[in-house]
Every structure is written in C-alpha cells, then in structure tokens.
C-alpha cells in the first residue's frame, strides 16, 4: 500500500494516508469532511553517495593515519610479547 499525501479543501490540513493505489480522495482527519485530495508531494533528493574531492582527500589521509597508528601499536604490543616470552635479560 502507499503512502500518499491528502490536503482537506475545507479546512486546509494536510496529512498523509497508506491507501490502496489510485486513491484520489479520503475523509478529513481533521474535521472529517469527506473528499480531501490527493495532494502533489514532490520525491526526496537523490542521496549523494560520492564525496567531493576535498571530503575524499580529508578521508583518505585520516585512514592513512590510523593505518600507520595501527601499524605502530602493533609493534609495540609485538616487542612486549617478545620481551615477556624472553623473560629478563
């Protein structure tokens, strides 16, 4: 069922419906006068799925940092397992 959107032409409210498809008109919620309309209610914008180029480069270098602090916490945590494996020296 869609969801279409009614504008009361008596009182001027506008809500919306799920109603079978091709409903034109329905009762008023509001003062319940019958043959609200089917209102136009223009579709959402087109998400933007693709960053600019200045967001991008911002992006790209904020992974490059974590992958080197990533890298770098490794290590360290690599020669404390070493060193303890090892035992004093």
Do not use: W
Request: charge should be positive; aromatic fraction near 6%.
């Amino acid at each position: 069922m869609p969801l279409y959107e009614f504008e009361c032409g008596r009182c001027g409210a506008r809500f919306e419906d799920l109603v079978g498809v091709g409903t034109e008109s329905v009762d008023c919620r509001e003062c319940g006068a019958e043959g609200a309309r089917r209102a136009y209610s223009p579709p959402a914008p087109e998400p933007r799925i693709v960053k600019t180029g200045g967001a991008l480069r911002r992006q790209e270098a904020r992974n490059a940092e974590l992958r080197s602090r990533t890298k770098r916490d490794f290590k360290v945590a690599r020669r404390h397992a070493e060193a303890r494996r090892n035992g004093p020296s």
